[in-house]
């Protein structure tokens, strides 16, 4: 693509209302609350399958973006289903 990353995120939130690593996060998390729903992966498997470095990254940031850890979240929703 030949451009530079400060091009490419200020044409991204342009176009899409979103700066690119807010995006990236958003994804990644709603990938990793599919796993912890569905799966009995470790927190740090899930992690590492949605794109982070290390467990405590994830943990870091599934937390500020949805107010609880990840291991709270498959609680609660543990509660829910049954």
Known sequence: METT????????KK?????YVEYLNKV?????????RS??????EIGEKT???NAST??????KYMGVSPSD???QNDQQIV
Not at 58 to 63: D, E
């Open 28 to 36: 990644r998390l709603s990938h990793a609350r599919d796993l912890l």
């Open 58 to 63: 994830f943990t870091t940031t599934f937390k």
């Open 15 to 19: 176009t899409f209302g979103v700066n």
């Open 73 to 75: 979240y498959r609680k």
């Open 5 to 12: 990353p400060k091009y490419f995120s200020n044409y991204f």
């Open 39 to 44: 799966t009995s992966l470790s927190i740090a």
């Open 51 to 53: 794109g982070y470095l």
